[in-house]
């Protein structure tokens, strides 16, 4: 094989080393010396028949920029699509990113099955018979979807050029290697340049490329930061192992809103998508229980409505425990402050458990005001009344403050049967005729005065 050649580069500050260290000699950073290519053997294209010269851009004036409608590749997966902003664009490099195990070869895979285009999945972490396996958990008979298990990207490439699909999934990215550079398979120049390769093949050959990432112990993808720039959309999957719901969201998406989300449920048969999420993650009780609240939350841009549950009981040790699933630890210490000050609550001598049910976590500051009533209503072991729901946060003097987007959460609460909803007197609300009583509160006391 002709010499390529490579040198260390420090990440942090761009320094050249002729070797690896430890330390960085010019700005004395650790570990940020990695190793890149500098010169591959020639500039050759992925298709290693194609010998088409690509011409230079001109620059045109905006007025001359035609804005014809882009053609996205429908995945079959309305959720998925949402999340896209539309499908997917031809040409475009998707970063798919998750904890181990929470489901992104499943959806992937699915997404392969269901469309009616070509599609190539390469695995690099399962043979062909495992992944078999797990289609026909999902979708048994699909004639359109190829199974490849290589990690050798110029491999990879060949049989691209061999089998000409409309998408490719590469489950995982830090399975790959390229012969360019000698590191382990998962080390940062390696994703790094089969990245790079992957990009090139993506916008010269308009196939949408599919990556799935794995993340680290703090919560990014693996492999440098950078990888998340050289793509053009970044995918999170997470949710709660323990649960069945998944949240798909876009942390970076060139080619739409990154407000959408997508909703599955993970079943014996693969991902269902989940088109009216509230409905799920409301439980369906008859009787009334004490301790439950619901609030009318917004993620990115749909309307959400999410159970709230508190359990108030006397502290059995000095201090009282406080503990909160899926909501901030430090904000629910705030509220109960906020009801021992302003609103006269003895909860100083109490242990206050707080859950948001389903497995999800809301940063939503619109449903502090969930959270007091299920807190009170523990407090006080009455129920709160059905069809009763919250949208406002709470500040510190105890006022009931206006949330972002009232009208999208009233009528989603109106949509779903709710008879009355609790937002702030200085919420401007544009909405006419609703059929649902919007109560509209100033200070805690007005929310306890009219609930017990
Ligand atoms: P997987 O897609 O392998 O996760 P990742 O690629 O993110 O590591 O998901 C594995 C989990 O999903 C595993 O615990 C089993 C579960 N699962 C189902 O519950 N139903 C199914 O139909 C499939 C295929 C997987
Ligand atoms: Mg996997």
Known sequence: MAKIKTAFFCQNCGAQHAKWAGQCSSCK??????????????????KSNSNSVKKASTPLRVSEITNEKEIRLDTQDQEFNRVLGGGLVPGSLILLGGEPGIGKSTLLLQIALKLAYKTLYVSGEES???????????????????????????????????????????????????DYIESAAG???????????????????????????????????????????????????????????RILRSLKNRFGSTAEL???????????????????LISKNEEDLSGTAIAATVEGMRPLLIEIQALVSTAVYGTPQRSATGFNAKRLNMLLAVLEKRAGFKLAAKDVFLNITGGISVDDPAIDLAVLAAILSSNA???????????????????IRPVQRVDQRILEAEKLGFTQIYVSKSNKIGLKNTSIQIQLVSKIEDVVSSLF
């Open 381 to 399: 072991d009455i129920p709160i009344e059905k069809g009763t729901c919250f949208a406002a946060e709470v500040g510190l003097a105890g006022e």
């Open 29 to 46: 950073q650790w570990n940020t010396i990695v190793e890149e290519v500098v010169q591959k053997e020639e500039k050759k294209s992925w």
């Open 128 to 178: 062909q018979k495992q992944v078999k396996m797990r289609a026909d958990r999902i979708h048994p008979n699909s004639e359109n979807c190829f199974i490849l298990t290589e990690t050798k990207t110029q491999n990879i490439f060949q049989q691209i050029a061999a089998l000409e699909p409309d998408l490719v999934v590469i489950d995982s990215i830090q399975t790959l290697h390229t």
């Open 262 to 280: 997508g909703i599955y449920e993970m079943q014996g048969s693969g991902l269902r998508e989940v088109n009216n999420p509230s409905e799920v």
């Open 187 to 245: 080390s940062i120049s390696q994703i790094r340049e089969s990245t790079a390769e992957l990009i090139k093949f993506a916008k010269e050959s308009s196939i949408p490329v599919i990556l799935v990432g794995h993340i680290t112990k703090d919560g990014s993808i693996a492999g440098p930061k950078i990888l998340e720039h050289m793509v053009d959309t970044v995918l999170q999957f997470e949710g709660d192992r323990n649960y069945v719901y």
